[in-house]
């Protein structure tokens, strides 16, 4: 089943922070995040592999609470740079691919 | 070292008439994945290789729809009698190994398929 991403848009002005959540109905045993700018392929950001588990890079951080079956990335500080469309990606049953979330489109302006 | 590429970039055609497009994984890659992305959706899945496994073609949403893999490393997918629905940018990925859940997937530009 395909992960749900909320929200579906994000506005922000440099400088302000978001959250972008990501859930499933079924059992989570990691959580992918990637960015794709438009017009661009989607570029890889963390991968969550553990219960509770929390990452960062820079300003961008997420976590993942297997218990709940959901993840959370969190843009600190957003830079223009930012701005692109976030998804979250599950592995399907099989453990074959990745079901993508419907993604979630961050602006950021000056 | 070379990231995944794909050809063509972009593909024109008329409804009815057949397409394939092909993907350059990363070298030293046993792991390839087609997606397709329709306008303002996510990736959907379509076909997954490892190896020299049999394929896993359960996201395939026809039977006009085909992929092939030779020697383990340039793929090709296939999409005959093109409808217009057929439409979107078709995305290959590839990674290390075989577990999708737990590997970062390197994906390629795309191609952007337009079907008159």
């Known amino acids: 089943q395909q992960p749900v991403q909320s929200p579906q848009a994000v506005i922000l002005r440099e400088g302000e922070d978001a959250v972008i959540n990501c859930s499933s109905s079924?059992?989570?045993?990691?959580v992918h995040w990637y960015r794709q700018k438009h017009g661009e392929a989607p570029v890889f950001l963390m991968i969550?592999?553990?219960?509770?588990e929390q990452k960062g890079h820079d300003k961008i951080s997420a976590s993942f609470n297997e218990k709940k079956q959901q993840s959370s990335l969190y843009l600190t500080a957003s830079q223009l740079s930012y701005s692109g469309t976030y998804f979250c990606?599950?592995?399907?049953?099989?453990?074959?691919?990745?079901?993508f979330g419907k993604g979630t489109t961050l602006s950021v302006s000056s | 070292g070379a990231g995944v590429s794909q050809s063509p970039s972009n593909k024109v055609t008329e409804k009815g008439k057949d397409v394939e497009l092909r993907c350059d994984p990363i070298?030293?890659?046993?792991?390839l994945y087609w997606y397709r992305q329709s306008l303002g959706q996510g990736l959907e899945f379509l076909i997954y290789?490892?190896?020299?496994?049999?394929?896993?073609k359960s996201g395939l949403p026809s039977d006009r729809f085909s992929a092939e893999r030779t020697g383990g490393s340039v793929s090709t997918l296939t999409i005959q009698r093109t409808q217009q629905e057929d439409s979107a940018v078709y995305l290959c990925?590839?990674?290390?190994?075989?577990?999708?859940?737990?590997?970062?997937?390197?994906f390629g530009p795309g191609t952007r398929l337009l079907v008159l």
């Open positions: 079924k059992a989570l045993y990691s």
């Open positions: 969550l592999l553990k219960g509770g």
């Open positions: 990925a590839s990674s290390l190994g075989s577990s999708a859940g737990q590997e970062t997937q390197y």
């Open positions: 070298s030293g890659h046993t792991a």
């Open positions: 290789f490892q190896g020299n496994s049999a394929p896993d």
């Open positions: 990606g599950t592995a399907n049953q099989a453990g074959t691919a990745l079901i």
